[in-house]
């Protein structure tokens, strides 16, 4: 549980003020708040992110060029501020609106809502997409109670690329709420992650035991079971997604593999490489794989499968390119 860290209650204000120390020539802080935005604010729809910290990159590392144009942070594993989702939304708003974007928490909902009322109250209209794409967190019946875990990357990158070409907020909003009604993910867990201001772990597992589904706050997953290899583990994941999903021989989906803090390069690719593997087999075009560490828990052990199903225009968007210190995507088409 050892950090380098100083004041456990400082590490989210001490964070931004390190992000901002490395990349100030094209962001910077919003006053008063642990609030990102780039500095060159855009003349069209905002795209605006944000939640707890603990899960770095996201979502200070997906502010840049065509994803969100500012994140709201809040402490770790808790929402931002009203007041600091509001005033991001006011540092970028240039009358066309503003888009919120971000994973469908409890805490995240209330206050992101409660800035979309205040942000009214200055004139300023705002629209929200929710992601709720972790297929463990319920049924299909009620999916619109579901978590959103590493589906926020695609949904974030969707949003800057149709914000980029001026359509309205309500396109805007759309066509993001699209690429998150196509997305699906799953989880697993190995080991525990320990919140600084607490020093204790989030849960406790055994050494040879893996939860499959858990949420990347701790929360509880589906099933706890005995450590699998690799390729039986991925296979048992992509399950709960084709179960959930309608796919199709010669559908295309982006894919996304990521790591939830501790997990090596190594794991991620030997996950990716039998992911490919089952995808081919059922004749599911691959159309780009992204294999990283976007969504975490802290020092969380563990892995995540994101599918995203395509259609011409979701795929338009996806070909946009887009750029921050730890996302990037070259563009094609």
């Known amino acids: 549980m050892k950090k380098v860290i100083n004041n456990p209650e400082n590490v989210v204000n001490e964070m931004v003020e390190g992000f901002i ?23 069209r729809v905002a795209v605006v992110t944000g939640g707890g910290s603990g899960h770095e990159p996201l979502f200070i590392g997906m502010v840049g060029e065509g994803l969100a144009d500012g994140a709201a942070i809040g402490n770790v594993f808790a929402a931002p501020t009203p007041n600091t989702v509001l005033e991001v939304t006011k540092e970028l708003d240039s009358g ?14 209330l206050n992101f809502d409660m800035a979309a009322e205040l942000a009214e109250l200055e004139d300023i209209t705002t629209k929200t997409v929710l992601v709720n794409d972790d297929v463990a967190s319920a049924t299909k019946e009620h999916a619109f109670d579901r978590r959103g875990i590493a589906g926020d990357i695609f949904a974030i990158k969707i949003a800057g690329a149709a914000a980029n070409d001026n359509l309205t907020l309500e ?8 690429a998150a009604n196509h997305t699906r993910s799953i989880g697993v867990a190995l080991s525990p992650s320990s919140i600084p201001s607490t020093g204790k772990y989030t849960f406790e597992i055994a050494d040879d035991e893996i939860e499959l589904g858990m949420g990347i706050h701790g929360e509880p997953g589906v099933k706890r079971t005995k450590l699998q290899t690799a390729d039986e583990l991925t296979a048992n994941m992509l399950d ?4 959930d999903i309608e796919l199709q021989e010669n559908d295309e989906v982006c894919v996304l593999v990521n790591g939830l803090g501790s997990t090596t390069l190594m794991e991620l690719f030997i996950v990716n490489r039998k992911v ?10 691959i159309y780009d794989t992204d294999v990283n560490s976007y969504c975490t828990t802290l020092e969380m ?21 887009a750029y921050s210190p730890y996302y990037f995507k070259k563009g094609r088409g």
């Not at 066309?96 to 909902?109: I, P």
């Not at 490919?276 to 075009?285: H, Q, R």
């Not at 395509?310 to 390119?321: A, G, I, S, T």
């Open 276 to 285: 490919v593997e089952i995808l081919n087999e059922k004749g599911i075009s």
């Open 240 to 243: 709960y997604i084709f179960d």
């Open 96 to 109: 066309q609106g503003v888009l919120y974007v971000y994973g469908n928490y409890s805490g995240d909902v």
């Open 21 to 43: 120390a490395a990349f100030g020539n094209d962001y910077k802080k919003v006053h008063h708040t642990n609030g990102v935005v780039i500095k060159n604010k855009p003349n």
């Open 171 to 178: 396109e805007v909003a759309r066509i993001t709420q699209k």
């Open 301 to 321: 052990a563990g892995v995540s499968i994101t599918l995203m199903k395509l259609d011409d225009e979701l795929k338009n968007y996806y070909d946009k390119p």
